[in-house]
C-alpha cells in the first residue's frame, strides 16, 4: 500500500527553527510537496522537491531524499502566524494524471 | 480567496436528502479534482477530472456521484449519505502536474 509518515504535533517557540520530517513508501515517485493549512481555510501549497537536495522559499525549505524516502520541510525564524497543518504529498503516478498521495498532517503550535 | 471557490461553506443534511456540493475555478486549470477530509486521517482522493473527462473513481461509494459540466466547474451530488460520511469536502485544481494544487476552503458536510 502506499503511505506517508509525519509527527502528529509539534510545538516550538517563535522566533525558533522547526524541522518537520516526512518519509513514504509508495509504488512510484515523482516528487514530494508540502502544504499548509490553517484551521478552517484552504490547504495552500508550499514546496515542491522532486530531486534530491534543498529548495529554499523565504523562511521556508523542503528537503528531499530519494534513496532514503525521507523529506522534510524546515521552517526558520517562527512566528505566531505559522500556526497550522502541514501535509506532505507525494505524486506517485507522474504525467498527467496529477494524483498526490497525503500524509495525516502535522499539527504546529507556535507559543510565544 | 484562491481561486477556487466552493459552496456551500457548510452543510447540514439528513441520511434521505439530496444535495449538491458545487466547486469553481477561474484559473485556466485543466485538473480539477474532490477530496475528504476527515479528523486524523490524510486528505483521501475520491475523484479526478482532466479536461472534463474523469480519470480516476477512487473506490468511491455510488452514494458520491460527481459531474463536471465544464473545466471551470465540479459538482458532487451526495444522496443517501451516512454519518460516517461527515467530513470537509475539498476541492482542488491544478495545471494536471503535482507541482502545486490550489485547494478551495472546503464544504463543511455534517449529516445527521
Known amino acids: 500500500g502506499q503511505s506517508l509518515e509525519q509527527p502528529s504535533e509539534v510545538t516550538a517557540v517563535e522566533g525558533a527553527i522547526v524541522q518537520i520530517n516526512c518519509t513514504y513508501q509508495t509504488s512510484g515517485f515523482y516528487g514530494l510537496s508540502w502544504y499548509q493549512q490553517h484551521d478552517g481555510g484552504a490547504p495552500t501549497f508550499l514546496s515542491y522537491n522532486a530531486l534530491d537536495g534543498l529548495e529554499e522559499t523565504g523562511r521556508f525549505s523542503s528537503f528531499l531524499s530519494r534513496s532514503d524516502s525521507y523529506g522534510y520541510l524546515l521552517l526558520q525564524e517562527l512566528q505566531m502566524k505559522d500556526s497550522a497543518s502541514y501535509f506532505c504529498a507525494v505524486d506517485a503516478y507522474g504525467g498527467s494524471q496529477g494524483n498526490l498521495i497525503f500524509g495525516k498532517g502535522t499539527k504546529l503550535s507556535v507559543k510565544p | 480567496e484562491t481561486g477556487v471557490t466552493q459552496t456551500p461553506r457548510h452543510l447540514v443534511m439528513g441520511m434521505t436528502n439530496k444535495k449538491s456540493l458545487k466547486c469553481e475555478q477561474h484559473?485556466?486549470?485543466?485538473?480539477m479534482y474532490w477530496y475528504k477530509q476527515s479528523a486524523k486521517k490524510p486528505l483521501e482522493l475520491m475523484f479526478v477530472?482532466?479536461?472534463?473527462?474523469?480519470?480516476e473513481n477512487n473506490s468511491v461509494p455510488s452514494r458520491f456521484s460527481p459531474e463536471c459540466p465544464n473545466s471551470s466547474h465540479l459538482f458532487l451530488h451526495l444522496h443517501t449519505l451516512q454519518p460516517e460520511d461527515s467530513a470537509l469536502y475539498l476541492c482542488a485544481s491544478s495545471q494536471g502536474d503535482s507541482n502545486g494544487y490550489t485547494f478551495g476552503s472546503g464544504t463543511r458536510l455534517t449529516v445527521v
Open positions: 477530472y482532466n479536461f472534463k473527462e474523469q480519470t
Open positions: 484559473l485556466g486549470h485543466n485538473a
